[in-house]
Nanobody
Framework: QVQLVDSGGGLVQPGGSLRLSCTVS????????MGWYRQAPGKEREMVAV???????NYADSVKGRFTILRDYAKSPLYLQMNSLKSEDTAVYFC??????????????WGQGTQVTVSS
C-alpha cells in the first residue's frame, strides 16, 4: 500500500519562506509525475507544481518565480521550496503521486495535507 506523508507547513509572515517535504512509502510499478496541490477555504483544489518522471516541471502562474519543486531520489523524494510567500498562498498543501500500481492501474495517491498560513 502506497502512503504519502507531507510536512513542513506552518505560520509565516508575508515575504517569508517555507519548505514542504513529502515522503513516499510502498510499492509502485512506475511513477508518471509527482506534484503539489493546494486547497484554500471555500475553493477547489488546484495544481501548484508538478514534476514528471523525465524531470519536466510545470507551475501555476500564481507561483512562478517564487516556488520551486524538487525531487530527491536519494532521500525524502519531493520538496516544495516556497519563497516570497503571500497571504493568498494560505491553504492546505497536498503531495500527489500519479503512477501505475503493481496491478498496472493508473492511480492518484495523496498525502494528508499540511497547513500553510501566511499572515502578519
Amino acid at each position: 500500500q502506497v502512503q504519502l506523508v507531507d510536512s513542513g507547513g506552518g505560520l509565516v509572515q508575508p515575504g517569508g519562506s517555507l519548505r514542504l517535504s513529502c515522503t513516499v512509502s510502498g510499492s509502485l510499478f512506475s511513477i508518471n509525475a509527482m506534484g503539489w496541490y493546494r486547497q484554500a477555504p471555500g475553493k477547489e483544489r488546484e495544481m501548484v507544481a508538478v514534476i514528471t518522471s523525465g524531470g519536466s516541471t510545470n507551475y501555476a502562474d500564481s507561483v512562478k518565480g517564487r516556488f520551486t519543486i524538487l525531487r530527491d531520489y536519494a532521500k525524502s523524494p519531493l520538496y516544495l521550496q516556497m519563497n516570497s510567500l503571500k497571504s493568498e498562498d494560505t491553504a492546505v498543501y497536498f503531495c500527489n503521486v500519479r503512477g501505475y500500481s503493481d496491478s498496472r492501474v493508473l492511480t492518484d495517491y495523496w498525502g494528508q495535507g499540511t497547513q500553510v498560513t501566511v499572515s502578519s
